[in-house]
């Protein structure tokens, strides 16, 4: 099996994917995955594509992640590895990731802070004398 790359974005984010056949290993920016994300809620979000499709220990993954949170970056990360799985065997993958939502792009981004406020929607205070 050659290697397989695939990209994922969430807000400011950016995961590039490089999946090929192995032991099951996340390296990400060459570090292993229990190193890069301390958290085991977004440990779990990285491996959800790859336990629902039982794939866990059938590939060795290599990342490279850039830009935004730490939350954003397990999301964009997750899409990622969904896409991945896709081009590995679209018929078997496809369906289930579909129906968990892991191949949608969550394009919620920050709105902007505009001139004359404190914040995107927040206004100054109003007093009537």
């Given at each position: 099996m050659e290697v397989i790359n695939a990209l994922g974005r969430r807000k400011s984010a950016v995961a590039r994917v490089y999946m090929n056949a192995g032991k099951g290993n996340i390296t990400i920016n060459e570090r292993p995955l229990e190193d890069y994300f301390k958290e085991e809620s977004l440990r779990y979000?990285?491996?959800?594509?790859?336990?629902?499709?039982?794939?866990?220990?059938?590939?060795?993954?290599?990342v490279?992640?850039?830009?935004?949170?730490?939350?954003?970056?397990?999301?964009?990360?997750?899409?990622a590895i969904s896409?991945?799985?896709?081009?590995?065997?679209?018929?078997a993958y496809r369906p289930v990731l579909k129906s968990n939502g892991f191949l949608t792009r969550d394009a919620r981004e920050v709105e902007r802070k505009k001139p004359g406020q404190p914040?995107?929607?927040r206004r100054f205070q109003f007093s009537k004398r």
């Open positions: 979000i990285v491996r959800q594509p790859l336990t629902v499709t039982g794939t866990l220990s059938n590939f060795d993954i290599k490279n992640l850039d830009g935004g949170g730490i939350k954003g970056q397990a999301e964009a990360l997750r899409l896409r991945a799985l896709c081009e590995v065997d679209k018929e914040g995107a929607r």
